[in-house]
């Protein structure tokens, strides 16, 4: 990138770099330093396709600029060459979620569509939103750099997102026959960890790692042993993973004593509540619902609220949630999105109104991508089939 100053060309050096690596290191063996080589090889070739272009000539003060400080150390701490790029991604000149977006499709090996599902926007306006990028980059000429350590403050919010928008893609895969993707997950954590050693006294930063602890706890419990997925209320919190909670809750309580927290540590906040309680029934539904009143006026966002009012419909009943829920059917961006649909399930089912339960479970099941949630809504689906299918003894008349 900086030489090609252009994503595309960059891309194809770089895949040109891989072809040749294919054919010379099965002949010749792996070399001592293969990110080297590779690094080499396609920097040369991004050398030749700019004069190739002509882009050499109009570009010669930039070229000779970074052919010298190519190599230099810049002045950071950041240790991890992906938490560089991500750092490097995130340049203030592009909107924040611009920034995120380029982040997720360029360095953390989300398509283009799961990239759009994070964003709950359609692929199509997802594929144009990130051509706009590359082209604003090439024509505006933002410099990719890696910022110095006086510039990671001014970036910090935006990488926070890529990493927590990584994560969520991995704890529920939002297409495929797994219910996650493991290596997205671990990825996001190391990234946190990583995140917390070069800004240890980040209360943001805290929380994040505080929340991917916290959820990825629950790894092991939320499939059964057939591969079903355990819904929360159903899990074995025997198997929680202890250490991970024990500090996930270290980490949100020095988040907290750090002043008024950020939409991470409450979202940590909220997390440490349900790894509190040992039972289901145990779970403090009126704490949940002030910390996503404090999280909504945080950060606004129709997930958020969704969240709410699920919580809302624990902590002052199904009636009430189902209010919440219906509210938010307007809003655009959770007209595809599954989880409003089964919400309201949850809240009809409890509601006894069946037909309408079913008819929920159903948009929901249509709406899923990832099979192993399908399978589930589609378990509930046909429970309810069973239940209008039986007579009901009212008793006596």
């Not at 010669?60 to 190519?70: E, M, V």
């Not at 706009?132 to 024509?139: D, L, N, Q, S």
């Not at 927290?261 to 409450?266: D, M």
Request: hydrophobic share 45%.
């Amino acid at each position: 990138m900086r030489i090609t100053r252009d994503f595309d060309v960059a891309e194809e050096c770089v895949q040109d770099a891989f072809a040749k690596a294919l054919a010379s290191w099965s002949q010749q063996g792996i070399p001592a330093n293969p990110g080297a080589w590779l690094t080499t090889v396609a920097r040369r070739r991004a050398i030749d396709v700019g004069r190739r272009r002509d882009v050499a000539i109009r570009s010669q003060r930039l070229l000779i600029t970074d052919a010298t400080t190519f190599d230099r150390e810049p002045d950071t701490a950041i240790e991890d060459d992906r938490l560089r790029l991500i750092f490097t991604c995130c340049h203030p000149s592009l909107a924040t979620d611009t920034q995120v977006a380029l982040a997720l499709r360029m360095l953390c090996g989300l398509s283009t569509a799961e990239v759009a599902k994070a964003f709950l926007v359609k692929e199509s306006a997802m594929a144009a939103r990130l051509t706009r990028a590359k082209k604003k980059i090439a024509i505006a000429r933002i410099p990719y750099r890696v910022p110095e350590r006086a510039e990671l403050r001014t970036r910090i919010d935006a990488v926070l997102l890529v990493v927590h928008l990584l994560f969520t893609t991995g704890h529920t895969s939002p297409v495929g026959e797994e219910l996650s993707q493991v290596d997205l997950v671990e990825r996001s954590l190391d990234l946190a960890r990583m995140l917390h050693i070069l800004l240890p006294d980040d209360g943001e930063v805290e929380g994040l790692l505080a929340l991917i602890l916290l959820t990825d706890s629950r790894r092991g419990s939320r499939v059964g042993t057939e591969g079903e997925f355990l819904a929360l209320a159903d899990q074995d919190r025997s198997t929680w993973h202890r250490n991970s909670i024990d500090e996930g809750l270290v980490l949100i309580g020095d988040a907290l004593r750090r002043g008024r927290p950020g939409p991470f540590a409450l979202m940590a906040a909220i997390a440490a509540v349900h790894s509190s309680a040992s039972h289901w029934d145990e779970t403090d539904w009126s704490e949940i619902v002030g910390l996503y009143d404090l999280l909504i006026d945080t950060w606004p966002s129709p997930v958020v609220a969704l969240n709410r009012a699920v919580a809302i419909s624990f902590a002052e009943g199904p009636d009430a949630g189902l209010r919440a829920l219906d509210d938010l059917g307007a809003e655009p961006q959770l007209s595809a999105y599954p989880y409003l649909a089964a919400a309201r399930a949850n809240c009809l089912v409890r509601l006894e109104r069946w037909d309408e339960a079913r008819d929920a479970f159903a948009e929901a099941a249509m709406l899923t991508e990832n099979n192993v949630e399908r399978a589930y809504l589609q378990t509930r689906i046909e429970e309810l089939n069973e239940s209008l299918r039986v007579p009901h003894d009212d008793g006596p008349q």
